[in-house]
């Protein structure tokens, strides 16, 4: 029975996939899409195309980094490496390098910020509060000195920054999609032959040194598949939260499994819940055209409030 419903599910997905990729090259105009093949081939197919990498991204990533960290909560808009990657971008824009300059800096800023994150949890401990505490500080920080250097800068391009980190698929961002999704490319083939080992992990760190598991390796190399997988989308639409906390959380409620299934239906449904978005997006203030970013932060809000809630009274608080 659970299996007829999880393929029930995986059908509906597949048929909104295809739906709403129409949807986003075609909406805007009562016109034959393949008619417009300037506005087609310039605007609508790269924004299609960003909405599901930056999806599948940000929703692998959130489930590595829930793994890593052993908490649910975990997101890379709000445990801070979404903002270190945002850092660095504005820190390279404002030196005047634009190209492959800006994924790297992205992925530099999101790592540093990852590492951090994590060598101050497992110092200061705290559990989830104290992941969020902790994330929060270092976003905060990473906003304050993003909006410090786009308040001194007379650059248009700094400028029109402003948009994409509200969390934009307006534009393509700061960097061409396809090094974009070279990074994300590398991020995915280190995070998802380790789902085994975040299995593990999960289950705490001396579990994980019992079964004979080399932890610091392991957290090493997935916290450099979270940084390349974020920095890039980070490059491409500015920064977007909630979206790597919830999908991979629903995908294991939905369909349970082990870490490397999750990660690859999380692939698959964050790709198709940030192109809905995005579609959405376009048409509920028309014409100003709404950063999705806006549009999921008033869905994921509400979810990491009953999600926290449901996690502290499973903790027993």
């Known amino acids: 029975m659970i299996k007829k419903i999880s393929l029930m599910i995986s059908l509906i997905l597949l048929a909104l996939l295809v739906i709403f990729v129409c949807a986003g090259v075609g909406l805007g105009s009562w016109q034959n899409p393949l008619a417009l093949d300037d506005t087609l081939l310039a605007l609508r197919l790269p924004r299609v195309f960003n909405a599901l990498l930056v999806g599948l991204s940000l929703s692998v990533a959130g489930a590595a980094l829930q793994a890593l960290f052993e908490n649910p909560l975990a997101d890379p808009g709000l445990i801070g490496t979404s903002g270190g ?12 390098f634009i190209g492959i300059g800006v994924p790297l800096a992205a992925f530099s800023g999101s790592l540093i910020v990852c590492i951090f994150v994590l060598v101050a949890h497992r110092l200061f401990g705290g559990g989830k509060a104290g992941l969020l505490i902790i994330g929060f500080i270092i976003s905060s920080f990473c906003s304050a000195v993003v909006g410090l250097v786009l308040f001194l800068s007379d650059d248009f391009i700094l400028r029109s920054a402003m948009t994409w980190l509200a969390g934009s698929l307006a534009q393509s961002g700061f960097v061409s999609p396809w090094y974009a999704a070279s990074s994300m490319l590398l991020g995915l083939i280190i995070l998802i032959p380790m789902g085994r080992h975040l299995d593990i992990l999960l289950l705490g760190e001396e579990t994980a040194v019992s079964m004979g598991i080399k932890v610091y390796p392991i957290r090493a190399l997935a916290v450099a598949g979270a940084a390349l997988l974020t920095g890039a989308a980070v490059s491409l639409s500015g920064m977007i939260g909630f979206v790597g906390m919830m999908i ?11 870490r490397t299934k999750i990660m690859l239906l999380s692939a698959y449904a964050g790709a198709l819940f940030l192109l809905i978005t995005d579609t959405a ?20 809000a509400p979810f990491f409030v009953w999600l926290f809630a449901m996690s502290l009274k499973r903790s027993g608080v």
């Not at 990657?85 to 005047?96: F, Q």
């Not at 991979?248 to 082990?258: D, E, H, K, Q, T």
């Not at 997006?281 to 994921?300: E, H, N």
């Open 85 to 96: 990657a945002a850092l660095g971008v504005v820190l390279v824009l404002s030196l005047g």
């Open 248 to 258: 991979p959380n629903l995908m294991a409620v939905i369909f349970r499994g082990s």
């Open 281 to 300: 997006s376009r048409s509920v203030a028309y014409p100003v055209d709404l950063p999705v970013g806006i549009v999921i932060a008033l869905i994921g």
